[in-house]
């Protein structure tokens, strides 16, 4: 028997396709459980990638439209904007919260702003403000979008995975609770004749 004949053997028995009368339909269905759930994931890699990529976009051209409608100020930062400068060796400045003072129109305020990690107390900085006089979060370069995405992604997929593991596991629950209660059954059945012999 060739490592192709046998390999084949043992897939098909494993999958029970292999003609055995003593697998019942539980047993074929739990063999079956595992390639499913992964082909299943493996369909839906793509449509999630394309679903995340597409929310992402969206919903960062919807904060390009409403920047219409902002207005930029000057603020002062009151304290020190804590965290790393950089990550990514320098590719990417890390962007953080924190407390600053602003005039709007004839109005001071103080708020809490995104600025770059690391800055000083008493720089200034943009920030953009809604017709209500909210900070809102600048819109998103293009590799930040990307990168945005490629987060969801992975998020989406992972959650995917999971909710696959855990059906996988109630159906694999349910099918052995299924078994018992038909061994039990078949051995209230059996097991008076046997007891009675001899």
């Known amino acids: 028997m ?14 029970g396709m292999d003609g055995n009368p003593m697998r019942r339909r539980a047993d074929k ?13 493996l369909a839906l890699c793509p449509v999630a990638a394309l679903g995340m990529s597409a929310w992402a976009h969206a919903d960062n051209a919807a904060a390009q439209r409403a920047k219409h409608s ?3 100020v000057t603020a002062v930062l ?11 060796g320098g590719a990417n ?33 943009t920030v953009w403000l809604n017709r209500a006089g909210a ?17 969801a992604t992975s998020v989406a997929l992972t959650v995917l995975a999971v909710l696959l593991a855990g059906l996988t ?11 018992l209660a038909r061994w039990e059954s078949a051995w209230l ?9 001899g």
């Not at 490592?3 to 494993?14: G, I």
């Not at 919260?97 to 702003?113: C, I, L, Y």
């Not at 596991?169 to 078994?179: H, P, V």
């Open 135 to 151: 900070v809102e979060v600048p819109p998103a370069s293009p590799s930040q979008v990307a990168g945005v995405a490629d987060t």
């Open 70 to 72: 902002w207005h930029a």
């Open 78 to 88: 009151l304290r020190a904007a804590p965290g790393p400068a950089e990550s990514d």
């Open 93 to 125: 400045t890390w962007m953080v919260w924190t407390q600053a003072r602003w005039t709007d129109g004839e109005v001071q305020r103080t708020g809490a702003v995104l600025v770059p990690a690391k800055s000083p107390a008493g720089s200034t900085h």
């Open 169 to 179: 596991w109630l159906i694999r629950r349910a099918l052995d609770r299924r078994r």
């Open 29 to 41: 269905i739990e063999a079956w459980l595992l390639p499913v759930a992964v082909a299943v994931f």
């Open 2 to 15: 060739t490592a192709t004949t046998t390999t084949w053997v043992k897939v098909s028995r494993r999958l």
């Open 189 to 197: 059945t059996v097991g008076p004749r046997w007891s009675h012999r």
